[in-house]
């Protein structure tokens, strides 16, 4: 671990909280209303934040992945990175535009914008951070 690049940390830790805040999402979801969709979406409190079952799956997985790929290497995580940061950029900036929703599919407040476009600055950076993917092969004489 002392070896890791930028985009490995943001991949552990990133992925770290998202899987943690996404099992206990869906803890808080009420039963009925878990996985609906469309223009009456409601969303539960976890903490300060509003979430509903698609938005605390989409933490689950995007999560799992980013904790994943900081344990496979540099080269993983720096995609992870770029990727997500990329994708939660998009799902911060598309809850602003929209107020409260992300497609009719997730619910969210301030506080879920703020997180992502946090995550997804860092993601990007991080990636940009940790350089270009280096290869090496042996070379045999």
Not at 65 to 89: D, E, H, M
Not at 103 to 126: C, K, P, Q, S, Y
Request: overall charge negative.
């Amino acid at each position: 671990m002392s070896n890791w690049t930028p985009a490995q940390w943001f991949a552990g830790i990133a992925g770290l909280l998202l899987l943690v805040g996404g099992v206990c999402g869906l803890t808080v979801v009420d039963g009925g209303d878990v996985f609906s969709e469309g223009g009456d979406i409601e969303g539960d409190d976890l903490l300060i934040f509003e979430v509903n079952g698609w938005l605390s799956l989409f933490w689950l997985v995007t999560g799992a992945i980013g904790v994943i790929t900081a344990i496979i290497g540099a080269g993983a995580a720096k995609q992870y990175a770029g990727i997500a940061g990329l994708v939660l950029l998009v799902v911060a900036v598309w809850g602003i535009i929209d107020d409260n929703t992300v497609a009719d599919i997730f619910t969210v407040n301030r506080e879920d914008n703020l997180l992502h476009l946090g995550l997804g600055l860092i993601g990007l950076d991080a990636a940009m951070l940790s350089g270009p993917g280096k290869r090496y092969r042996k070379v045999s004489r």
